[in-house]
């Protein structure tokens, strides 16, 4: 049985657990982390090229100062308000479940991002069905910085997918390379295939996604304690 420590507030509680984790982060770099997605546009634009939606990630950020704190700790406040497609996302239960306890083991942020891609977009995972993507598409949609000397952008990628397969989520690795005019590399098509024990993962996450819906289909004559009793069920039979 894990001994869980005896903390003061929820903010304690939550350092306590990336500090064993092993993600541990000071109080000042959360602030700047904060600060950072309050000022960072995220657009979504339509197939036309126009624009949808432009909002911050955090679009209201309110952070007391601990002298402010110390002056009047019932009256200060601080207060993260997320993306709106992160509260329907929220709101609507369509976020998907996945392996926190395997995510947050993870050595490189690489393998964080590609563990997180199967796991949302994966969704027919099976040892008959290969999941496919190509490394332009790694570095462009994980943010990953692309290095001036072009044969390290694979070795950045091909080490994080080691480490997923290390971890039984990946049971083998091929690539096709793409090169262009003199043999230069272009791209390179990487073809996945999931363990046993990652497909499980999918299923169980597709069967809680099923139930859900189900019971959010009429929403309207549902409460709020039916959602709550409803995610509370399929945690239960995902044990």
Not at 52 to 59: G, V
Not at 81 to 88: A, D, K, S, V
Not at 117 to 141: C, E, F, G, K, W
Request: hydrophobic share 35%; aromatic share 8%; charged share 25%.
């Amino acid at each position: 049985m894990a001994c869980i420590p005896r903390v003061s507030n929820p903010g304690e509680m939550d350092k306590v657990e990336l500090r064993n984790r092993g993600h541990d982060i000071h109080l000042q770099s959360l602030i700047e982390a904060l600060k950072i997605g309050h000022g960072v546009d995220l657009h979504m634009y339509r197939k036309d090229g126009s624009v949808m939606l432009a909002s911050p990630i955090f679009p209201l950020l309110l952070i007391g100062s601990r002298q402010d704190w110390l002056k009047n700790p019932t009256e200060t406040r601080c207060y993260v308000q997320f993306h709106p497609f992160i509260t329907q996302c929220l709101s609507q239960l369509t976020y998907r479940q996945f392996d926190y306890g395997m995510y947050m083991r993870y050595r490189y942020r690489l393998s964080r991002w590609l563990h997180k891609r199967l796991a949302h977009n994966y969704v027919q995972a099976s040892m008959l069905t290969p999941y496919t993507i190509r490394l332009s598409t790694i570095l462009r949609d994980s943010g990953t910085q692309e290095s001036a000397q072009n044969y390290n952008n694979p070795r950045s990628v091909e080490r994080a997918l080691d480490e997923l397969h290390n971890e039984k989520i990946l049971l083998a690795i091929t690539k096709e390379v793409l090169r262009g005019p003199r043999k230069r590399l272009e791209d390179i098509k990487y073809t996945l295939l999931p363990t046993v024990e990652f497909v499980t993962e999918i299923k169980r996450a597709n069967r809680r996604t099923t139930i859900l819906t189900e019971r959010l289909q009429n929403v309207a004559t549902h409460s709020n304690q039916d959602i709550g009793n409803a995610e509370e069920e399929v945690l239960l039979e995902n044990r």
